[in-house]
């Protein structure tokens, strides 16, 4: 399997080329040559995650040897994650959710960023690269500390996470700043989620800033999900999620479902757009936002238009006018010239049109407004004892209004992003609403949550609200670059 930039180009690149690079030359995204198709009655036999994970990822990953791949498979999914099936399918209500929050940090970007480090530290040894790999990462909250924690003490590596002050929870923000290791800098940026992004970016593509850290032993990768390196991880939960229920005959094999996504970056539900081209059977993909619905209008009527009002809404990590991974489903669709295309306006004016909308046959997509949000959560409490964190109630909220729109009979698997401990006070207030008292510390609201839900909260959000505080730096958004010359030692008359 090949990889070559979104925008065209004419290079190719093996998948350890790619995951080192992060990013093609041009500002494009890495996109296989080939979609693989897999016999889903063969992968239905593969009952544990680890043997689902290799037998799919080996498609993608061809230049990793079979030793290779099954190592890194195995530190990844390992006993970081509380439940024996890494991502276990729930009934609730007439609809299934796919919790993905099992593991170190308790969002989904676990599944992906557990396994990333070892990805690239075993590309980086076949490659002989001598350089020290500095991972740059934009977080809108939960990637920064999914990405600290994968990072973290891995030799030859060093993480920079950049994530908006003010932008993200209380606890995202604790478990950022308590992140240990000498390694890992994590730096708040004056601006929203998309000014931390544009500025990652900008650095990739600055091509004398590269040069430079090269003649200091530095080379840039990414971590964000634009890397093919964390996309392709999350194309098995879907697998294993549609085998989970016909295990336990909830639909019968080769019967087509639903799936619905609470969308931010389109990197969770572009790999279950990847393993339904792979064949599994999915009829209808839902794309899940909150106000910032600059996706809805897209997939609605061909146009992305990022020019509008940018809202902080209660589901934080899907705050995004800028979702990079819609940029391989243009390729997709459409080829390297149409991408290049559109992704000049894109940078150019903001907007770009897209000629006829063959997207529309395979997504749907709506969204919830915050309070919408809010009694969906308490309806699912007090109707089904069953608590979801905001960014799982827009996707419980949208496929409900799916439902309703086209009547559709389909079982629905709904992916759920976060335990409700991630976000407790937004779940608190919509279960409680005016009994929840104001101002009260993470700490309060965690140990609330806890009475509510008769569990005791996942270790590490507990560890993060006691640890210390060990990252305080703040800059503009005009100073990343400083920030990353000035953490590496780099001379910055650049
Ligand atoms: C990252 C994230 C999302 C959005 O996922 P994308 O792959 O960026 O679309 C949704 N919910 C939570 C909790 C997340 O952390």
């Not at 419980?396 to 992916?415: A, F, G, P």
Request: proline letters at 2%.
């Amino acid at each position: 399997m090949q990889y070559r930039s979104s925008r065209g180009g004419g290079k190719e690149f093996s998948s350890k080329q790619a995951i080192i690079k992060g990013l093609a030359d041009d500002g494009g995204l890495f996109v296989p040559s080939r979609m693989p198709l897999v016999d889903i009655n063969f992968l239905y036999q593969k009952n544990d995650y680890k043997d689902l994970a290799f037998d799919i990822m080996r498609h993608f990953f061809s230049d990793f040897t079979e030793e290779e791949l099954k190592k890194c498979i195995v530190k990844a999914y390992d006993e970081k994650f509380d439940s024996e099936l890494i991502a276990p399918v729930e009934k609730v209500d007439d609809f299934y959710v796919l919790e993905l929050f099992h593991g170190a940090t308790s969002a989904f970007k676990d599944m992906a960023l557990s396994i990333l480090p070892h990805f690239l530290t075993t590309s980086m040894k076949s490659q002989k690269m001598d350089e020290e790999v500095v991972i740059l990462t934009a977080t809108s909250g939960d990637t920064g500390k999914a990405a600290l924690a994968g990072f973290s003490g891995v030799e030859g590596c060093k993480i920079i996470v950049f994530y908006p002050d003010g932008g993200v929870s209380e606890i995202q923000r604790k478990q950022m700043v308590t992140q240990e290791g000498e390694n890992v800098f994590v730096v708040a940026v004056k601006g929203n989620f998309d000014d931390a992004q544009t500025g990652v970016k900008k650095i990739f593509s600055d091509k004398k800033f590269g040069e430079k850290l090269l003649e200091n032993g530095y080379k840039f990768s990414s971590a964000n999900s634009i890397n093919i390196g964390r996309l392709v991880p999350q194309i098995v939960y879907y697998f294993h999620a549609y085998f989970q229920l016909v295990r336990k005959s909830e639909i019968n094999m080769g019967e087509r479902i639903d799936v619905c996504v609470p969308t931010g970056n389109f990197g969770n539900i572009l790999a279950a757009f990847y393993a339904m081209q792979m064949g599994l059977p999915i009829e209808k993909l839902i794309v899940a936002s909150n106000d910032n619905n600059v996706l809805v209008d897209f997939i609605k009527d061909g146009v992305y238009d990022k020019n509008r009002e940018f809202v902080l809404t209660s589901s934080p990590s899907m705050d995004i006018l800028v979702s990079s991974n819609l940029e391989r489903l243009l390729n997709f669709t459409y080829g390297d010239k149409e991408t290049k295309k559109h992704m000049d306006e894109l940078s150019k004016s903001g907007k770009y049109k897209t000629e006829n909308n063959m997207i529309k046959g395979c997504f749907y997509a709506d969204f919830s407004t915050v309070e919408e949000v809010a009694e969906t959560i308490s309806d699912l409490y007090w109707n089904e004892g069953y608590i979801a964190d905001t960014h799982t109630a827009v996707a419980i909220d949208v496929s409900k209004k799916y439902r309703q729109k086209t009547q559709s009979k389909n079982k629905m698997l709904v992916v759920s992003t976060a335990s409700p401990f991630k976000f407790p006070e937004a779940v608190l207030k919509a279960i409680m609403e005016d009994e929840l008292g104001d101002n009260l510390s993470a700490t309060a609201l965690t140990t609330k949550l806890e009475e509510v839900m008769g569990i005791k909260a996942p270790s590490g959000i507990l560890k993060a609200l006691t640890s210390e505080e060990l990252h305080d730096k703040v800059v503009s958004k005009e100073k990343m670059k400083a920030i990353i010359a000035d953490i590496l030692k780099v001379e910055q008359n650049l």
